[in-house]
């Protein structure tokens, strides 16, 4: 699989955008230096990068994974919607993906997996690799924790937050974090893997709540060019969750383009031999997919996680009842490769035997061993799995996993594609 990167923009339009960005500062504000001017204009960065905008930064709990984090970009979102609908310029600044259940520190940039010309359409977004060509500091960390509210007491559902310890001593918070301040004062955190980022002040927050409960200690609260992180943003809910302005911000999630058509031709030209078979005029979504969470699930939630006999009666089941002629399987799993998961390959090779069904997974196509051998850099791993996300999607039917996020956004996926809630269901 090969790393996706967007197209170098050409020179004339870099020669048209610096005219405007000196236009820009010279309009907007003082510079303090020829050479602060040249150094700003000259970058790559996007325009919006002019010194008049505010940065809106966040992160997830370190070791989350990619469900969670596409999750939290709709709250971040909301609140700089909510920020710029009180008249202020905050930007978006969309992370890279670092550090999560791959267990690596290789960046993954946001659009090597998601489109973000969809996102600009809602709010004005740059990557972190933007930011990080003119800036490698923020100005103030908000570090969110739950708030505890006494036994008996209910908090406002929008306002249940408040600032604790002064200075925030976020250790006492969570030992385990890597947040905190260096000899100098300075303040240190993981920041998406960018050891030399810094910020000038950390202020821990106790919330309970919405995404509103931040705006006192965000709106009207920094200046032009100011930039702030809000650590572990999971911590507060999505505003106006499930409702038709929800969903609308949903839909703007989408995958990037060069993945999209990855999975068609994926399964255009890898599963479409063995659906031929059945049928000349079989379409290519006539096939079943799978989504097996394994790996920390069978220790987690192994209440939930059926045996493996159970799982092949499951699937082959969902097989007879979908009625499709090609007894074809799409196979989206962490399972692949682990030696220790000999339950996995038990699944697969029964299925294939036994059954005579047809296990496809990306990228290797047709399973013949059950096995991965090839040691995968992140960023293919995080690419295949949203490749293996985009066919469940492309399924005539699915089968996911009780209780993960990823089967849930495949689920979402399927009901925006207009497949009938009862072709999704879940083992």
């Known amino acids: 699989m090969h790393l996706f990167q967007r197209d170098h923009v050409s020179a004339s339009f870099q020669t048209l955008k610096k005219i405007l960005?000196?236009?820009?500062?010279?309009?907007?504000?003082?510079?303090?230096?020829?050479?602060?001017?040249?150094?700003?204009?000259?970058?790559?960065?996007?325009?919006?990068?002019?010194?008049?905008s505010q940065y809106f930064h966040f992160t997830v709990k370190e070791g989350e994974g990619l469900s969670l984090t596409r999750d939290v970009v709709l709250r971040a979102i909301t609140i700089v919607q909510d920020l710029r609908d009180r008249g202020e310029s905050?930007?978006?600044?969309?992370?890279?993906?670092?550090?999560n259940h791959w267990h690596t520190g290789e960046w993954i940039p946001w659009d090597a997996l998601f489109d973000v010309r969809s996102l600009e359409e809602v709010v004005p977004v740059i990557t972190l690799g933007d930011y990080l060509q003119l800036r490698n500091s923020v100005d103030t960390v908000y570090y969110l924790s739950p708030l505890q509210l006494p036994d008996g007491e209910h908090g406002d559902d929008a306002l249940s937050a408040k600032e604790i310890g002064s200075p925030c001593d976020v250790h006492a918070i969570d030992p385990y974090t890597r947040f905190g301040t260096d000899a100098a004062g300075d303040v240190v955190g993981p920041f998406w893997g960018v050891e030399q980022m810094r910020a000038r002040t950390l202020v821990c927050i106790e919330v309970l709540g919405f995404t509103s409960a931040l705006m006192p200690w965000l709106a009207g609260q920094h200046p032009p060019g100011a930039s702030v992180v809000v650590a572990n943003l999971e911590s507060v809910m999505q505003e106006?969750?499930?409702?038709?302005?929800?969903?609308?911000?949903?839909?703007?999630?989408?995958?990037?383009?060069?993945?999209?058509?990855?999975?068609q031709r994926f399964v255009s030209n890898e599963m479409r031999d063995v659906q031929s078979e059945a049928s000349e005029d079989i379409p290519n979504d006539t096939f079943l997919a799978v989504h097996m969470r394994r790996n920390d699930f069978l220790?987690?939630?192994?209440?939930?996680?059926?045996?493996?006999?159970?799982?092949?009666e499951q699937i082959v089941a969902a097989l007879e009842a979908s009625s499709i002629a090609a007894r074809t399987l799409f196979v989206a799993s962490d399972g692949w490769g682990e030696a220790r998961d000999v339950d996995f390959s038990y699944i697969v090779r029964t299925l294939r035997d036994t059954h005579g069904i047809s296990v496809f997974k990306y990228p290797e196509?047709?399973?013949?061993?059950?096995?991965?051998?090839?040691?995968?850099?992140?960023?293919?791993?995080?690419?295949?799995?949203?490749?293996?996300?985009?066919?469940?999607?492309?399924?005539r039917h699915f089968l996911g996993t009780d209780e993960s996020t990823f089967t849930q956004r495949i689920r979402e996926d399927r009901d925006f594609a207009g497949h009938p809630m009862e072709s999704s269901y879940e083992m």
């Open 365 to 395: 196509g047709k399973m013949l061993t059950g096995t991965q051998i090839r040691r995968q850099s992140s960023i293919e791993v995080a690419q295949q799995s949203v490749i293996d996300q985009i066919i469940c999607g492309m399924a």
């Open 299 to 312: 220790f987690v939630r192994s209440h939930t996680i059926p045996s493996p006999d159970a799982t092949v």
């Open 240 to 263: 106006n969750f499930d409702t038709p302005e929800y969903w609308r911000l949903r839909r703007q999630m989408r995958y990037a383009d060069e993945l999209v058509t990855t999975a």
């Open 90 to 99: 905050w930007v978006l600044v969309l992370p890279h993906f670092w550090n």
């Open 21 to 52: 960005c000196l236009g820009l500062f010279l309009y907007t504000q003082t510079v303090d230096s020829q050479a602060n001017l040249d150094q700003s204009c000259d970058s790559d960065a996007p325009i919006l990068m002019n010194g008049t």
